[in-house]
């Protein structure tokens, strides 16, 4: 079977032009559909950034919240409700938020707002300088130095700014594994100020965030959560919901989905066919070959060899291109959201193997249909 | 009968149905023997390329046995019959069918790959094949970098390269000129035929009729007559 398979390899090879244009088709589809499907993967992503950040492992909520971004305040009692229930280690307020900077010169600018509790400052970010202690003190604010970063006008400790007509200081700047997906600057500080300076309605907890005492515990926090008419969920489950929402719920999802779709027609037009013209081109070859001795299966063997040869090949190189494009366009955006992630690559992976599937059926339906009898009639 | 390579016996062939019903071959039998050269002689549409089809295991007939080692063709099943064609048949098709993308010696290989040869080992079998057939100098070029008659000595090449015991050429100079087709049929006869081979040659074309040892006139699916040598000779 290796020699057999070696001649499928040389006539796909060396008729370079169909090659490329193969290998063109195959790569373009690929490049499109991990570019689309890792730039939704990225939205999705830096839509869950304040729960990847704040790391808390089990969040309460309004039921009706579908992202961070749009919180739904809670009255206070429900934050000692959920204290005082069995199998809960603490429970600490989250605030979440928009506010408006006013820069040293002049330029307004919309941040997103983090409260911490007062007491614990759970949820903190990592401090590349400054104290977090010093986030106590008056008017003090955390930068975080993300993409959205250099909007602040780059500022250091001590810089100040106004927001909603709050004097406000840098305390310090600090580092977060996700960055925000709206494109505004965040700024973290301590639940009351944050409710303080940043206009609300009656009820001001966003979210309660809380640590059981055991991972067996949150079965029974949750179901006591849900009897006070507020949904308890797990970061995971949290962040699923997030993702639904997008998918689901937004046009993000449906858009990215038919793109995709095209991407996958597009590409398998192109190399289908060129795979068909290319088996055409060679019809009275696997004619011959037929005639000589090899077997329809052994016709089979090859022709799916050339499909699936040509269908990784030009996918490690839709791959790559994308790679090198997201990495090129993250130097020069920094903001820029895509990123690869190992289901983008598998579905790719699927994709590309259906094109290869349907390329080749075609194929293959020809070349059984050849009858040696037609070589000899020319 | 040790010496009869192909077996024929009443083989009837048609094509169509109904009122386009059409006899390509009408009730033909007859013997080649190892160590001949018999030509299959007629005008075109008097069915010698159906019949070198039906004998060679690319067409079936209607009716009819075709045996070749005591045994009839045509009661194998498809995988027997194509390792028949491997093994027991060389085909020279009309436009030889060589691989443009292959190498020469690659083109010529392409019978002992099919078989499971090892690729190198097969290249070096066809090698000397080529040298056989006196392009041994060409082996590494592509088919279309030779002229008509090194295409058709690469097609010999191949045909032969699997030590098959018949030797089935189709339209062998239609292709080429008339000196070029004369020397080649030459070269055939000369140092590829030999006693344990049986080369059958359909042709029309009269300038290469003092090769034959046989010539069988076909017209309208029939044999019409011998026209050089007798019966096949045992």
Same mark, same amino acid.
């Given at each position: 079977m290796k020699g057999i398979l070696k001649i499928a390899y040389k006539l796909l090879v060396n008729d370079k032009g169909k090659f490329a244009a193969l290998l063109v088709g195959i790569t373009f589809a690929v490049f499109l559909m991990v570019m689309m499907t890792s730039m939704f993967a990225g939205i999705l992503h830096r839509a869950s950034a304040t729960v990847v950040n704040i790391g808390a492992k089990v969040w309460v909520m309004d039921p009706a919240v579908n992202t961070p971004a749009n919180s739904i305040p809670m009255p206070d009692y429900v934050l000692d409700a959920v204290r005082s229930i069995?199998? $809960?280690?603490?429970?600490?307020?989250?605030?979440? !938020?928009?506010?408006?900077?006013?820069?040293?010169?002049?330029?307004?600018?919309?941040?997103?707002?983090? !409260?911490l509790d007062d007491a614990t400052l759970f949820g903190r970010p990592d401090l590349l300088q400054g104290n977090i202690e010093d986030i106590y003190a008056e008017n003090s604010f955390i930068v975080v130095r993300d993409s959205e970063y250099p909007k602040l006008g780059k500022p250091q400790l001590g810089?100040?700014?106004?927001?909603? /007509?709050?004097?406000? $200081?840098?305390?310090?700047?600090?580092? $977060?594994? $996700?960055?925000?997906?709206f494109g505004t600057p965040t700024l973290y500080t301590t639940y009351n100020r944050a409710i303080q300076y940043i206009p609300s309605m009656r009820f001001t907890i966003s979210y309660? @965030?809380?640590?059981?005492? *055991?991972?067996?515990?949150?079965?029974?926090?949750?179901?006591? @959560?849900?009897?006070?008419?507020?949904?308890?969920?797990?970061? /995971?489950?949290?962040?699923?919901?997030? *993702?639904?929402?997008?998918?689901?719920?937004?046009?993000?999802?449906?858009?990215?989905?038919?793109?995709?779709? @095209?991407?996958f027609i597009v590409g398998l037009s192109i190399s289908g066919q060129t795979f068909y013209t290319f088996i055409l081109e060679n019809l009275e070859k696997f004619g011959a070959l037929k005639a000589i001795g090899a077997k329809g299966s052994e016709l089979i063997y090859m022709i799916l060899f050339q499909a699936t040869f040509t269908a990784l090949t030009g996918y490690g190189m839709g791959i790559g291109l994308a790679a090198v494009i997201i990495t090129l366009a993250k130097l020069r955006l920094p903001s820029y959201a895509a990123m690869i992630t190992f289901t983008n690559l598998g579905f790719a992976f699927v994709m590309v193997l259906i094109i290869a599937a349907i390329s080749s059926y075609i194929g293959v339906r020809k070349v059984i249909r050849i009858e040696p009898f037609d070589i000899f009639r020319g | 009968m040790a010496n009869l390579a192909v077996k024929a016996n009443k083989l009837v062939k048609w094509f169509g149905e109904g009122e386009a019903k059409t006899y390509a071959v009408r009730d033909v039998s007859f013997e080649a023997c190892f160590g001949e050269m018999l030509y299959i002689e007629g005008p075109s549409g008097s069915g010698k390329t159906t019949l070198l089809s039906i004998i060679s295991g690319i067409l079936r007939p209607n009716s009819g046995t075709v045996i070749v080692d005591d045994e009839d063709i045509w009661s194998l099943t498809g995988d027997q019959i194509a390792d028949f064609r491997l093994n027991k048949v060389g085909f020279v098709f009309q436009?030889?069918? &060589?691989?443009?993308? &292959?190498?020469?010696?690659?083109?010529?290989?392409?019978? +002992?790959? +099919?078989?499971?040869?090892?690729?190198?080992?097969? &290249?070096?079998?066809a090698m000397k094949y080529l040298e056989i057939v006196g392009i041994k100098d060409r082996a590494q070029l592509p088919p279309v970098k030779l002229s008509?008659?090194?295409?058709?000595?690469?097609?010999?090449?191949?045909?032969?390269?699997?030590?098959?015991?018949? +030797?089935?050429?189709?339209?062998?100079?239609? %292709? +080429?000129?008339?000196?070029?087709?004369?020397?080649?049929?030459?070269?055939?006869?000369?140092?590829?035929?030999?006693?344990?081979?049986?080369?059958?040659?359909?042709?029309?074309? %009269?300038?290469?009729?003092?090769?034959?040892?046989?010539?069988?006139?076909?017209?309208?699916?029939?044999?019409?007559g011998i026209t050089k040598g007798g019966v096949c000779e045992e």
């Open positions: 069995n199998g $809960v280690k603490y429970a600490v307020p989250l605030y979440s !938020g928009a506010g408006l900077a006013k820069l040293q010169n002049g330029v307004y600018q919309a941040v997103t707002v983090i !409260g810089t100040e700014f106004e927001i909603n /007509d709050h004097k406000g $200081v840098i305390v310090g700047i600090a580092q $977060v594994s $996700v960055g925000s997906l309660i @965030i809380v640590e059981p005492k *055991s991972i067996t515990a949150v079965p029974y926090i949750k179901q006591q @959560i849900r009897s006070l008419g507020y949904e308890a969920l797990t970061k /995971d489950e949290f962040i699923r919901k997030i *993702s639904t929402y997008y998918k689901y719920q937004t046009g993000l999802g449906m858009n990215v989905l038919l793109m995709t779709i @095209i991407s | 436009d030889y069918h &060589l691989f443009p993308k &292959l190498t020469t010696v690659e083109n010529a290989a392409i019978p +002992l790959i +099919l078989k499971k040869v090892d690729w190198n080992e097969s &290249l070096d079998i008509g008659g090194e295409q058709q000595r690469v097609a010999i090449a191949r045909a032969i390269a699997s030590s098959p015991d018949i +030797l089935i050429f189709d339209e062998p100079t239609a %292709s +080429l000129d008339g000196e070029t087709g004369r020397r080649i049929v030459e070269f055939v006869k000369k140092e590829i035929l030999n006693e344990k081979r049986c080369i059958i040659i359909v042709t029309h074309d %009269s300038r290469i009729f003092e090769y034959a040892d046989r010539i069988m006139k076909m017209a309208d699916g029939r044999i019409t």
